[in-house]
């Protein structure tokens, strides 16, 4: 795989180079593109990123602390970063955003009309120090499975839509009224596709989460998760994918809870792809904010998160409360759906 490196020349630092030479490294020196030369003005420099980019298999965006305020200070300027994403974004070349150090992911409202899907895509945190053995391993195995699935596949991202409350509404369920009791008749999804009859999770103290799920969805189309509360709850959900790889899908990707408004439906939708298989998706709820002792979106391993005889360990280490206590105010339910060729 031919991997194209876009940075900020001014400000990446060291990391950028380190990165560039684990890749080299383990890609192959001609297979890694990184313009250390600066190239200047007018078509010429458009061409040679062209040339580059439409040979590329994966672009890295390597996002530091002000790559963000430069791109928008550059909006009516030659901007090489923007015109590189556009680039990618536009041909259909997978993209991986890699944030250095601290740095958050920008939301999609912040960046320019042209760059908005890139918060679409599935993004990789590398640090430096004790950190950057175990960054770079998980950037180079994001790499590795883009290169097995090949350039026309969909790429598995981590932007979770939520779909409007009223839209979201309709979809979740047709209610009637049967025997003085009420039965929820699951619906297609807007795609056609059936959904899992609605499954409550209670709380201990009275809160409740109705849940659906896509009972089964053809690689690269979107599966759908849709959630109702009886009062306002934080959720957590965590997601395995057919081939084992575990991660967060929601909150938002820089970890921040997730409120779900009472009796408003909300919907997360995503797109999938290969291998076909059996998907898992775990719920946590609570009505309090749950915080793991894990960042974002990186991977996090079954023993954690897919052991249903209770609340996981990252959870109990980062309340700061006892097992006990937490079970008390906690409630999970595993789910799955079927992803077929």
Not at 60 to 79: F, K, P
Not at 158 to 179: D, E, N, Q, S
Not at 194 to 199: D, L, N, Q, R, V
Not at 240 to 262: C, K, M, V
Request: net charge neutral; with cysteine.
């Amino acid at each position: 795989m031919n991997v194209f490196i876009s940075y900020r020349r001014n400000q990446s630092g060291d990391l950028t180079g380190r990165i560039f030479d684990e890749l080299k490294r383990q890609f192959g020196t001609e297979n890694v593109f990184l313009d250390i030369a600066s190239i200047h003005g007018g078509e010429e420099w458009q061409i040679s990123l062209e040339q580059r980019i439409s040979r590329c298999g994966a672009m890295l965006v390597l996002i530091g602390e002000s790559w963000l305020a430069e791109l928008q200070n550059r909006l009516e300027r030659d901007d090489f970063v923007k015109y590189e994403a556009q680039s990618a974004l536009e041909k259909e070349i997978p993209v991986i955003p890699v944030l250095l150090g601290s740095t958050k992911m920008p939301s999609r409202a912040s960046l320019p009309d042209e760059l908005k899907r890139l918060a679409d895509f599935q993004y990789v945190t590398v640090r430096s120090g004790k950190d950057f053995p175990r960054d770079i391993e998980e950037l180079t195995n994001a790499l590795r499975r883009l290169a097995t699935k090949g350039r026309s596949t969909p790429v598995r991202r981590t932007h979770w839509m939520i779909v409007g409350a009223i839209a979201a509404a309709l979809a979740l369920a047709a209610v009637v009224l049967k025997h003085n009791s009420t039965e929820v008749i699951p619906e297609s999804n807007r795609d056609g596709t059936s959904t899992t009859t609605p499954k409550l999770l209670e709380l201990p103290d009275g809160g409740e989460l109705r849940v659906s799920l896509t009972k089964e969805v053809k690689v690269g189309e979107r599966a759908e998760l849709r959630l109702t509360p009886n009062r306002d709850l934080y959720i957590r959900v965590m997601h395995q994918s057919s081939d084992g790889y575990i991660s967060e899908i929601f909150p938002d990707q820089n970890g921040d809870n997730w409120r779900l408004e009472r009796d408003r439906p909300q919907s997360i939708s995503w797109q999938t792809s290969p291998p076909a298989g059996t998907e898992e998706v775990l719920v946590y709820a609570s009505s309090s904010p749950l915080r793991l002792n894990r960042e974002g979106a990186k991977p996090i391993t079954k023993s954690e998160f897919f052991d249903t005889r209770g609340i996981p360990s990252a959870i109990r280490v980062s309340t700061g409360s006892s097992p006990t206590d937490l079970e008390q105010s906690i409630v999970q339910g595993n789910f799955s759906y079927r992803l077929s060729d």
